[in-house]
């Protein structure tokens, strides 16, 4: 561009405000919630109902109540991120817009004059209701001001990947951000070199073999140890105080849960010491995050969490979460199928298609990598059909087909159609089609920082019932972030959620308990009856 100079940088002082403002402290003023120096403690009452079926048509309700209470750390610890596949489209992209952020960089396009942000963030760009003010009028403050967060502008970021480009090479090759921003970000990013990766041939597609020049080698255990020198190395020489681990790479084909392999955690590590075929490269990460005690987050469709990878992670105590980040087509279909189901209209054909031209489109075009998508994005409707059982008789469940195919020329920019057909009243059908532009990555790369933003929280919020004698984390497996994910991982037994806004209310109204608030109810009886708030 040597028509414009460059766009000033935003600084605390510019009109435009800046996108990692400091975070503004909520007091809440009651006996339920204390504050001290170093945490949060708060009483909360949790209402449920014990349900059984009795004689006939009729149903027992019995309302119950438990005693929680919580504590969360107010001290917010100095964290790394590190990537795995840090030198694809998703971890170039999110690392660029970390820097964006903090630095202030403007940039300009045919649009004119653009400024950083974290819009798609939910922790850092949706807000929740506190309640009412004297007026009556909602009061709404950002999601990241309920408790102590982690700023993603005070990420400090590394990672892995099986390319040896380093950082302002892998956004150009990545084609995601405009030219005149890659220009300004590229002294950043220069000298952020990949470390090298772990590559199994047999699990990811063989068009991927072209990028491969940055690889570790040896065996299966010797590749664990070195990811855990890596980790320890990171943290060391950041002095940080917390490390989340995200993968963010390619998919991989799901992996055979065999008995003796990958079923328990015993078996797991003596799999990976023998070099066992069949231990993918993610649960080598895996493997090693839950040994260093650090969080680990699987962001691709791939089943990562075998047994064995739940079963040490469980007796560690060490969270983990996925499977697959919700970015487009999915979380839109969560809320079409939720809405018209509640409506009371019955979707009988879910037909989906996509196609895409980044590198995760030209691996999933490899028949067993496509599997791992296709099953992941299949199953997002299953809680929602089941929920009513007024339209569907039990077993039953709407024809559903995705589609992904791989054409280079669109690049980033995901394109998705999909086509509802729903039977209504008297026999009718009512079909919607829905046409979506995903800039795949930019849509990612928000939810990447809200996964970490929100693992790293919960390492620091524990919880005692009355029968419990000390306080406790929550269950290792983090189903409190299935928000962000396309198919939940959940802990056995417990119910997979996938209606995008029950899951956003379990989040939001968990973080409200933390301070000893109510759940958000939306009855507004305030509004509606005589109760008034003054």
């Known amino acids: 561009f040597h028509f414009f100079p460059s766009p000033p940088r935003l600084s605390r002082t510019s009109a435009f405000p800046p996108a990692c403002p400091p975070a503004m402290p909520i007091k809440v003023n009651s006996p339920s919630t204390q504050y001290s120096e170093a ?22 309700l ?57 819009f798609g963030s939910v922790t850092q760009a949706s ?54 921003l890659m220009r300004q970000l590229a002294p950043y990013m220069r000298d952020m070199k990949p470390l090298p990766s772990i590559y199994y041939p047999d699990f990811i597609a063989a068009n991927q073999a072209d990028r491969v020049d940055n690889v570790l080698h040896g065996t299966k255990k010797e590749n664990l140890e070195e990811i855990r020198k890596n980790i320890r190395e990171f943290k060391a020489n950041n002095e940080l105080d917390r ?32 070099d066992e075929p069949e231990v993918s490269p993610s649960t080598i990460f895996a493997v090693a995050c839950i040994q260093e005690g650090v969080p680990y987050i699987n962001g691709s469709p791939q089943n990562t969490l075998v047994p064995g990878v739940v079963d040490l992670a469980t007796h560690h105590g060490v969270p983990v979460c996925g499977d697959d980040f919700k970015s487009g087509q999915t979380k839109f279909k969560s809320v079409m199928v939720d809405f018209l189901v509640s409506a009371g209209i019955k979707p009988v054909s879910i037909v989906s298609y ?55 020329y669109v690049g980033d920019s995901k394109r998705a159609m999909d086509e509802y057909t729903s039977e209504i009243f008297l026999g009718g059908l009512n079909t919607i089609v829905v046409h979506n532009t995903c800039e795949d990555s930019l849509l990612a790369a928000p939810l990447i920082i809200d996964l970490v933003v929100l693992m790293e929280l919960m390492t620091r919020i524990t919880y005692k019932t009355d029968s419990m004698q000390e306080y406790e984390t929550f269950h290792p497996i983090m189903s409190i972030l299935s928000y962000l994910l396309k198919a939940p991982f959940v802990p056995s037994g417990t119910p997979v959620v996938n209606a995008l806004f029950k899951q956003r209310m ?29």
């Not at 102590?148 to 400090?156: E, F, K, N, R, T």
């Open 127 to 180: 807000t929740v209701r506190l309640g009412a003010n004297a007026e009556g009028e909602d009061v709404n403050v950002p999601l990241s001001d309920l408790l102590p967060m982690v700023s993603p502008c005070d990420l400090v970021i590394s990672g892995w990947d099986i390319s040896s480009l380093n950082l302002a090479e892998a956004m150009d090759r990545s084609q995601v951000l405009d030219y005149d």
């Open 506 to 534: 379990c989040m939001e109204n968990i973080f409200r308990a933390c301070l000893g608030l109510p759940p958000t109810h939306n009855m507004g009886l305030e509004h509606k009856t005589c109760l008034t708030t003054k």
């Open 39 to 60: 945490e949060i403690t708060a009483q909360y009452e949790y209402t449920y109902a014990d349900l059984a079926t009795g004689n006939g048509d009729v149903v027992d």
């Open 243 to 274: 490390v989340v681990v995200c993968w963010t790479a390619t998919t991989e084909r799901f992996s055979d849960v065999i008995e003796g392999v990958n079923d328990t955690g015993g078996n797991l590590l003596a799999s990976i010491a023998r």
């Open 354 to 408: 996509n196609h895409l031209g980044n590198n995760d489109g030209k691996n999933l075009s490899a028949p067993a990598q496509f599997r791992s998508k296709e099953i992941t994005k299949s199953n997002v409707v299953d809680d929602m059909v089941a929920s009513n059982s007024i339209l569907y008789k039990p077993g039953e469940h709407p024809d559903h087909c995705v589609v992904i195919k791989y054409i280079p």
């Open 62 to 118: 019995t309302p119950r109540t438990k005693q929680y209470s919580f504590k969360t750390q107010r001290r917010v610890p100095k964290t790394g991120m590190m990537l795995v596949g840090w030198g694809g489209n998703n971890g170039s992209t999110v690392t660029a817009g970390i820097i964006a952020n903090r630095e202030g960089i403007t940039w300009r396009t045919k649009r004119g004059v653009q400024h950083p942000n974290f």
